[in-house]
């Protein structure tokens, strides 16, 4: 049953239709890895064990009949804890929801439930979604599955989403990005990870952190699956994904992106880039200019508009924060409206010169995270010379992409000496998620990164 | 970074914190908050929240 645990879901789905495994024996499967390894790994608040194991005899009662609901019957996920789950608590990885039971499902969820998925649990997550690395001081601190001797960042804030896809804990999961928290955690564990155009996927029933920023999407080990998923939640048939990149123009960044990156990460993306050159892309050097005022752009708008959300509990429930996201959270009372605003004005700057340049080039190429996942407790990094905070460093190249609103996905690229992930990040035009997750197959279907297992 | 100007900024807010929970601010404040103001000096178009609206499917 391992073999299967780490199938594709597109896989999955096909064996199903024909009928084997069946849903039972798959939702069982993947509870005995659950109950084998979850206890470390962490990457579950909540198992629906009842609830899916009855899902998929009901699944497979109607798979025998012939009558497959959609394109993901039987197929067990994951969902991070900040998607709302009809009776099913949903905590977003917090105290202060950590009795929420929500009367109907996140509308994307309901989309997935309706094209079969069964929702095996609710993921582990940083606080609210308030943090790159995933952390959790009420339930724990989720392990990178990718080693098992040192305990390191699975990255976040959807680390749960990331550890339990990697692991073979369920054949796929969603996770929300407001600032790379799809992306991250993908690249940290050889995942890939797809970041919609801003407004593709309704984020209708998940708990916010930026409301300007906030994304949804898949977290999953193929393209192929990201766009399965991408397809049903989108409510559109599934990006076909042709496998042929020939003349495609993709600009690799190196200014601000590669140039920051650690030498394994650089390496890793460069000779992605010779990759996509083999497979008859045309590959040229470009620039974004003006990115080096991304991050300050950022925190400009989501300090104060995580503190707006939270400002009724930040009052009467201050305790109930882990201290550092409370801390975070703070930070937004010291920015002011004109501040926010021209956050706002920078990010529609930034957005004209990123679409001018996809205007020249179908794609943009650069690493997903300038770093590999590092041990829980090291919050600093060394990137081109500079000491910088672990947090900022994780983020530095996805936020940009929150500014701007285009679809990006993190795509497996490599290790580093120590054996940890490193991911790229292909970046489309504004509701091309098509080419995007074309030319992540393409690369998959060349290479075998993604086919190796933690 | 003056903690006197953030007190009075944060009570301005309608919070108030004790000085050492504010104390662990002032590192970030210090090093965000000049780079915050500093997006002013460039030239900046007006303000758009996304390249479109936000859909909501329900």
């Not at chain 1, 790994?41 to 609830?51: A, Y």
């Not at chain 1, 916010?208 to 906030?214: K, Q, T, Y």
Request: contains cysteine; hydrophobic residues 45%; neutral net charge.
């Amino acid at each position: 049953m391992s073999e299967l645990a780490f199938t594709s879901a597109t896989e999955l789905a096909a064996r199903i239709a024909a009928r084997t495994p069946s849903p039972r024996d798959l939702v069982d499967a993947y509870l005995d890895r659950i109950d084998a390894h979850d206890a470390k790994l962490k990457g579950f608040l909540t198992v629906c064990r009842e609830q899916a194991v009855a899902e998929a005899g009901m699944a497979e009662k109607e798979a025998r009949a012939g009558r497959l609901r959609g394109p993901l019957h039987g197929v067990p996920i994951g969902l991070k804890d900040l998607f709302a789950t009809a009776g099913v608590r949903t905590t977003a990885g917090s105290r202060i929801l950590g009795e929420w039971v929500p009367d109907r499902d996140a509308a994307v969820v309901a989309r997935l439930k309706a094209a079969g998925a069964i929702v095996l649990g609710k993921l582990h997550m940083h606080e609210f979604a308030y943090g790159p690395e995933g952390r959790n001081a009420h339930h724990g601190d989720p392990w990178n599955p990718w080693d098992p001797r040192v305990h390191r960042i699975a990255g976040g804030s959807s680390s749960g989403s990331a550890v339990a896809v990697a692991a073979g804990l369920c054949a796929a999961a969603l996770g929300s990005d407001t600032g790379g928290s799809i992306r991250l955690p993908s690249a940290l564990c050889n995942l890939v990870g797809l970041k919609p155009t801003f407004g593709r996927l309704s984020t209708d029933g998940v708990v916010p952190l930026a409301w300007s920023l906030d994304h949804v999407g898949p977290m999953t080990r193929t393209a192929a699956d990201a766009a399965l998923l991408f397809g049903v939640m989108a409510g559109t048939p599934a990006p076909v994904l042709s496998g042929d990149i020939r003349g495609l123009r993709i600009g690799l960044l190196r200014p601000f992106f590669l140039e920051r990156a650690t030498p394994s990460v650089a390496r890793a993306v460069e000779s992605a880039a010779s990759q996509f050159e083999a497979l008859g892309a045309q590959v040229d050097e470009a620039a974004i200019e003006g990115v080096e005022h991304a991050a300050a752009a950022f925190l400009a708008i989501v300090w104060p508009e995580a503190l707006a959300y939270h400002q009724r509990w930040m009052r009467s429930r201050p305790q109930d924060y882990d201290p550092t996201v409370r801390d975070r959270l703070r930070l937004g009372a010291f920015v002011s409206a004109v501040d926010h605003l021209n956050g706002q004005r920078f990010r529609q700057l930034l957005r004209a010169r990123t679409e001018a340049l996809l205007a020249r080039y179908d794609l943009l190429l650069a690493p997903a995270t300038p770093i590999t996942a590092s041990p829980l407790d090291q919050d600093e990094v060394v990137l081109a010379g500079e000491r910088r905070d672990r947090r900022g460093a994780l983020i530095l190249y996805t936020q940009v992409f929150n500014l701007t609103g285009h679809p990006a996905v993190s795509v497996p690229c490599g290790f580093d000496p120590d054996g940890m992930p490193i991911g790229m990040q292909l970046v489309g035009r504004a509701d091309d998620e098509g080419t995007v997750l074309r030319a992540a197959d393409a690369y998959q279907r060349a290479t075998d990164w993604h086919l190796r297992r933690p | 970074m003056d903690r006197e100007a953030l007190k009075q900024r944060m009570r301005a807010a309608g919070y108030d914190w004790p000085d050492e929970e504010l104390d662990r601010l002032i590192p970030v404040l210090a090093r965000w908050l000049p780079a915050i103001a500093s997006l002013s000096a460039l030239d900046l178009p007006e303000p758009a929240i996304a390249p479109r609206p936000l859909r909501d499917d329900r």
